[in-house]
């Protein structure tokens, strides 16, 4: 009998917890991602997102990371989903270019990912990249 008792299969038990522990992580992420969402409703009545395409962005340079936040979950289904039952307009605009313009005349201004700051030739605007990006998608909207 005793012969017997050591015969668990350690596999098919590791295959279970492993699986468990990955769905926690995935349902502590969704948690946080519908309080997000809530939060922006809370403080907009419009929300817009560039319409990006979550899967080539993992094959590009920020690879993986970008699907392990989960943004394409967050972006295209909580998000319009929490809009939606909080009354919040929810829009796509379109991708190309909104860290390339400026917000303020709308030149185009040339920049790379390294470039942090965007400052306009045009106008002499100058604010962090990521703000007139986010000006730009605001206005498009
Ligand atoms: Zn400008």
Redesign the pocket.
Known sequence: MLEQSKFVNPTADRGLAFGSERQRIADTRKDWHFKLAHHLCDQAGMVFVEDLDFRIMAKGMLGKHTLDAGLGQFTNQILPWVCFKRDVYYGKVDVHGTSQE?P??G?EVKKDLSVRVHH?P??G?TKPRDTAAAQVICTRG
Do not use: K
Request: charged fraction near 25%; glycine fraction near 0%; proline fraction near 0%.
């Open positions: 400026c303020d005349c030149a306009c045009e106008c605007s």
